[in-house]
C-alpha cells in the first residue's frame, strides 16, 4: 500500500521567510497530493492541492510542487506570518483508494 | 454553510469502558470519513461510508470498534472496551466530490 514520509518533522523560521516542506509518496499510482494545515484543538483544513496532470499549483502565498518521476511534492511558503504556524500534513491518494496522510510537520513562525 | 459538527469534544474514561461519538456531516455531502490520529501523527483511516453503505473498513478493529450511518446521514463510532492505545483524537471527516474532504474539530479520547 501507498506509504507517506514528510520531512522536516519541526520547523522554525523568521517571520516574512519562506518555508518548504517536502513529502515523499511510494505508490506510483497516486494521483492527488493535497496538503493540509491543522492549528491546536481544529481538524485538518485543506489550504492546496494538486493532480498528477500538473506540475505546480499556487496560492496567494502558498505554492506546492510535484515531481512524479522522483514520487515527491512539497509545499512552498513565502512571506511566513505568525498565523502560519500550525501543523501541517501532505497526503496521497490513488482514485479508488483512501487517504495515506504523512506524520506532520510542526512549523513555528517567530516573530 | 455549516461545517462537520463532531461531539462530544472530549472525552475521559477508564479501560475497558465504552464510548460513543457522533458526527454530523456537511449537507448534502455522501461520503463520511472516521480517522484517528493519535499524538503526533498524521490521521488514519478507520472507516468510510458511502450514504449510509460502508465502503472500506480495512482498518477499523472490529474486535472493539463499530459504526454506522443510519439514514445516510448522522454516523456514530462506538469503541468497546477501550484500550489504553486508543487514546487519540477521532476526526470526521465529510466530501462531496471524490477529493476534498472537510475536516470536524475532533473528539480527544483520554483512556485512564
Known amino acids: 500500500g501507498e506509504n507517506v514520509e514528510q520531512h522536516p518533522s519541526t520547523l522554525s523560521v523568521q517571520e516574512g521567510d519562506s518555508a518548504v516542506i517536502k513529502c515523499t509518496y511510494s505508490?506510483?499510482?497516486?494521483?492527488?497530493f493535497p496538503w493540509y494545515k491543522q492549528e491546536l484543538g481544529k481538524g485538518p483544513q485543506l489550504i492546496i492541492d494538486?493532480?498528477?496532470?500538473?506540475g505546480e499549483k499556487k496560492d496567494q502565498r502558498i505554492a506546492v510542487t510535484l515531481n512524479k518521476t522522483a514520487k515527491h511534492f512539497s509545499l512552498h511558503i513565502t512571506e511566513t506570518q505568525p498565523e502560519d504556524s500550525a501543523v501541517y500534513f501532505c497526503a496521497a491518494r490513488n482514485y479508488g483508494q483512501n487517504f495515506v496522510f504523512g506524520p506532520g510537520t510542526r512549523l513555528s513562525v517567530l516573530p | 454553510e455549516a461545517g462537520v459538527a463532531q461531539s462530544p469534544r472530549y472525552k475521559i474514561i477508564e479501560k475497558r469502558q465504552s464510548v460513543a461519538f457522533w458526527c454530523n456531516p456537511i449537507s448534502g455531502h455522501a461520503t463520511l470519513y472516521w480517522y484517528q490520529q493519535i499524538l503526533g501523527q498524521g490521521p488514519k483511516l478507520l472507516i468510510q461510508f458511502q450514504n449510509n453503505g460502508v465502503v472500506d473498513d480495512s482498518q477499523l478493529p472490529k474486535d472493539r470498534f463499530s459504526a454506522e450511518r443510519l439514514k445516510g446521514v448522522d454516523s456514530t463510532l462506538k469503541i468497546q472496551p477501550a484500550k489504553l492505545e486508543d487514546s487519540a483524537v477521532y476526526l470526521c471527516?465529510?466530501?462531496?466530490?471524490?477529493?476534498?474532504?472537510?475536516f470536524g474539530p475532533g473528539t480527544r479520547l483520554t483512556v485512564l
Open positions: 471527516a465529510s466530501s462531496w466530490t471524490y477529493n476534498e474532504q472537510f
Open positions: 494538486i493532480r498528477s496532470n500538473v
Open positions: 505508490d506510483s499510482a497516486s494521483n492527488y
